[in-house]
Nanobody, 114 residues
């Protein structure tokens, strides 16, 4: 059974930075396109960034230039470096595959104060 364990969230002031991590166990991690998503109450979960098995990233327009997704296939871990955070980045952040998603982990809460 695949397990996703997100961590690294917290409370930060606008303009600050956070680095999220997600450890994936129980799957062939290195073969998958991985992604970070975020969700705020009352809204659908949205895709923030993806990274291919070879490390090619792609970003939502709202985070382009501020967020960086990366992966370490040896550690089965995907990261999200978030800089210049804005209050609208607040939400619960999840990692998962880009398609054929696994059961969702608990996510990690990011709160950006103005």
């Amino acid at each position: 059974q695949v397990q996703l364990m997100e961590s690294g969230g917290g409370l930060v002031q606008a303009g600050g930075s956070l680095r999220l991590s997600c450890v994936v166990s129980g799957s062939s991690f290195s073969d998958n396109v991985m992604a970070w998503y975020r969700q705020v109450p009352g809204k659908q979960r949205e895709l923030v960034a993806t990274i291919t098995d070879s490390g090619w990233p792609n970003y939502a327009d709202s985070v382009k230039g501020r967020f960086t997704i990366s992966r370490d296939n040896a550690k089965n871990t995907v990261y999200l470096q978030m800089n210049s955070l804005k209050p609208e980045d607040t939400g619960v952040y999840y990692c998962n595959r880009n398609v054929r998603v696994y059961s969702w982990g608990q996510g990690t809460q990011v709160t950006v104060s103005s």
